[in-house]
Each structure stands twice: as C-alpha cells, then as structure tokens.
Nanobody
Framework: QVQLVESGGGLVQPGGSLRLSCART???????LGWYRQAPGNQRELVATIIGGGGGTTNYADSVKGRFTISRDKAHNTVYLHMNSLKPEDTAVYFC?????????WGQGTQVTVSS
C-alpha cells in the first residue's frame, strides 16, 4: 500500500534547479521526514531531513549544504526539496523517507539527472 508519493524529478542542466515533493497519501499516517538518494553502484545516502515541531530542525549532507533546502507544509503532510546549483554528481534516484512511530517507510523514488 503506497504511503508516500514523490514527484518533481527530471532532467536538468548543470547549474539548474528542481523541486521535489513528497506527500503522504490521503489514508496514510506516515509523517514524511526527508530525502535520501542512491546513485548507480552506490549505497543510499542521506540528503536532508526535517524533524520536530514548529519550523522543524533540518539536517543536510555536506555535499548539498548551501545548495539544497528542505521544507514542509504546516500540516506536515508534504515535504519539499528545493535543489539549486545542481551538479552532475547529484544524479541519482531520490527517495522520500517517513515514519509512523518506529516503522519506517520509503517512497518509490524519483529520478534526477543532471547532464548537459
């Protein structure tokens, strides 16, 4: 049963921008918390998370600091990843991550390709 739905991936030139969205489905109780990515031949790695009440506490991988921004809507139903100054090494499948209690959930993944 699908709990998290991602959108916004695609092909972009180096230096370009994309915005990824991750929304929980209408029947889901999963709270979307962040983004991971996996490039071919590599392990899945953390990109950014946003956790906690209020505006949330954010955490970023060193490789994306200053270029990517994670945000969410007030109801905590949707998490966004704003990606600027994209580089070819950002090419990967991006996965949304969420939790209900101790149970973890993953989205189906969305491809981001940075190439000229």
């Amino acid at each position: 049963q699908v709990q998290l739905v991602e959108s916004g991936g695609g092909l972009v030139q180096p230096g370009g921008s994309l915005r990824l969205s991750c929304a929980r489905t209408r029947i889901s109780r999963v709270i979307p918390l962040g983004w991971y990515r996996q490039a071919p031949g590599n392990q899945r790695e953390l990109v950014a998370t946003i956790i906690g009440g209020g505006g949330g506490t954010t955490n970023y991988a060193d490789s994306v600091k200053g270029r990517f921004t994670i945000s969410r809507d007030k109801a905590h139903n949707t998490v966004y990843l704003h990606m600027n100054s994209l580089k070819p090494e950002d090419t990967a499948v991006y996965f949304c991550y969420g939790k209900v209690g101790l149970q973890e959930y993953w989205g189906q993944g969305t491809q981001v390709t940075v190439s000229s």
